[in-house]
C-alpha cells in the first residue's frame, strides 16, 4: 500500500508542477504580448525613441522568460521567437518596414506558445 501511496503523491506533484507551470507560460506570454503591442504602437506613432526602449525591456523580458521557460518546454519553441526577438532592435534602428511582419510574427507564435501550453486537462493526463 505505501508503494501505492508514494506512486499517487508523485503523480500529483507532477500535475500540479504542470498546471502551474501553464500559468506561468501562460501569464509571461500575455506579458509579452502587451509589450509587442506597445512597440507596435509606438512604431505607428511614429516615435522611434519609445519604440526602441520597449524592444529593450522587450527583450529583456524575453531573455528572462527564455531562461526559466527552457527547463519546462522544448528548445525549438522558443527558439524561432528567440530569432525574431533579436531581430527587432536592429530593424528598428534602420527604419524598415519589415519591423511590423517580424512584430506580427512574434505575437503570433507567441499566443501559439500560450493556447499549446494552456493547462487543460488533456494537456495534463
Do not use: H, Y
Not at 4 to 15: A, E, P
Not at 56 to 80: P, T
Amino acid at each position: 500500500m505505501t508503494r501505492v501511496k508514494t506512486s499517487g503523491i508523485i503523480l500529483s506533484v507532477l500535475v500540479l508542477l504542470s498546471v502551474i507551470s501553464g500559468i506561468w507560460v501562460s501569464f509571461r506570454c500575455d506579458r509579452l504580448c502587451e509589450l509587442n503591442e506597445a512597440v507596435r504602437s509606438s512604431l505607428e506613432a511614429g516615435d522611434k525613441e519609445s519604440a526602441l526602449e520597449k524592444a529593450a525591456e522587450l527583450g529583456e523580458s524575453w531573455e528572462d522568460f527564455r531562461k526559466w521557460a527552457g527547463v519546462m518546454l522544448k528548445k525549438d519553441r522558443l527558439s524561432e521567437i528567440s530569432r525574431l526577438a533579436s531581430r527587432i532592435i536592429p530593424m528598428i534602428q534602420a527604419d524598415s518596414d519589415e519591423a511590423f511582419a517580424e512584430l506580427d510574427e512574434m505575437a503570433e507564435l507567441l499566443t501559439l506558445l500560450r493556447e499549446n501550453e494552456a493547462p487543460l486537462l488533456t494537456s495534463v493526463f
